[in-house]
């Protein structure tokens, strides 16, 4: 696939150079505008009074580190992808897969559909087929006054499109469906589904429990694909073969097994949360959306799948989830640092930003199990966990990489104590 961005990216040592080497970098690869520069290089965080207003009883703001995960290659594109997360190995699992994934050509995407829905759950009906039969036969009534209660989406080119109607036990639930365009669409739908609450009351003589948005958002689906060739995956063939044949046994495993299919999804989900958090989404909304999804099947399953092609010698990955994610809105135009993620992503709309998050569910996927059937999952956090610890233990700068690489050496247990038995050494011997 030939990429949009011809302009040769540089990376290197990206994770070993100091925060403002890093910015410099997004910079030099053309992913920060002159503006945004200037706010991650001084920091600029959620203003207080900004914070106050945004929450109630509000008494400051919490900070998360804020990273980014390079590499990575979305339907011809080259992204640098800012994540949000206080666990070191997200980051770089993503980046590592992100890298590998690139070299094969990179992720595609698709977007299967861009709607949310909402309800108005109803009680109390006496004739449930003739509710259902009056509820369809005003369908146009009830989606334009839905349109008139919010106007300004109709202006836009979006609004209520479609009503579907369903009996379940003593329920008559009534389904909108709407185009919420760059929105996430809770505001738009509860205003839509509060306007036409009355009006359905008096068509089906019954009375309405609630109205409200649903985060099973089956009209707004993404889908992210990819193709690994495996010879990348080790440096013996042999090996490279075997650990693509273990990720598609893992990938069958978790569709198998809910104990495993929940860690599994967790891991996805690192990723997911990571880029929502940063781009100020609901990171709980789809979390909620994505693990309802993995129960579409009847029963809770792996939401990747991950198959071997062995004529071809390439290890195929999909996944698809429910991706209501917003480009305006919410917190995003108020938190600098929402603004300079949506900067080094390129201000993408509604759509790529899907495109993105999704791909980068895939890439995390990918980094984890492939960690879980070659060398364990420990393996590869140990360093970081010493590197916290060190942190913890109050060690600063260059004492940290000390501390680290003494410790992995010894083969001593990471812990605490060792960690700081050998910051004393370090420091006694100055």
Known sequence: MKKENQKKLNWLGFQKKERLERIQMLKANGFLTDEFEQILKKNENLPLETAN????????????????????????????????????????????????????????????????????????????????????????????????AHPSIVARGGGAINIEVKNIDEFLIVYLIADVKE??????????????????????????????????????????????????????????????????????????????????????????????IATGNDWRAIEAGGNAFAVKNGKYEGLTTWTFDESTNKLKGELILPMPIASVGGSIGLNPSVKAAFNILGNPDARTLASIITSVGLAQNFAAVKALVTTGIQHGHMKLQARSLALFAGAKGKEIDIIVERLLESGKSINLENVKKILEEIKSTR
């Open 183 to 276: 929105a996430m669409g809770a505001n738009i739908l509860n205003t839509m589904l509060e306007a036409i609450k009355i009006p359905l009351e008096n068509i089906t003589n019954g009375k309405s429990l609630m109205a409200i948005l649903s985060n099973y958002a089956t009209e707004s689906l993404v889908k992210a694909e990819c193709e690994v060739n495996v010879k990348l995956l080790s440096s013996s063939m042999e090996t490279s073969i075997e650990t693509a044949k273990k990720i598609e046994l893992a990938s069958k495993f978790s569709k198998l097994d809910i104990y495993r299919a929940t860690t599994h999804n967790k891991g996805i989900f690192n990723g997911i949360d990571a880029v929502v």
């Open 53 to 148: 207003q945004m929450a109630e009883n509000g008494i400051g703001t919490f900070a998360l580190p804020f990273s980014i995960a390079p590499n990575f290659v979305i339907d011809g594109k080259d992204y640098a992808v800012p994540m949000v997360t206080e666990e070191p190995s997200v980051v770089a699992g993503c980046s590592y897969a992100a890298k590998i994934i690139g070299k094969s050509g990179g992720f595609t995407t698709e977007i299967l559909d861009r709607k949310m829905i909402g309800q108005v759950a109803l009680y109390d009906i006496l004739d449930f087929e003739n509710a259902i039969s009056m509820i369809l036969e005003n369908k146009n009534e009830i989606l334009k006054i839905a349109n008139d």
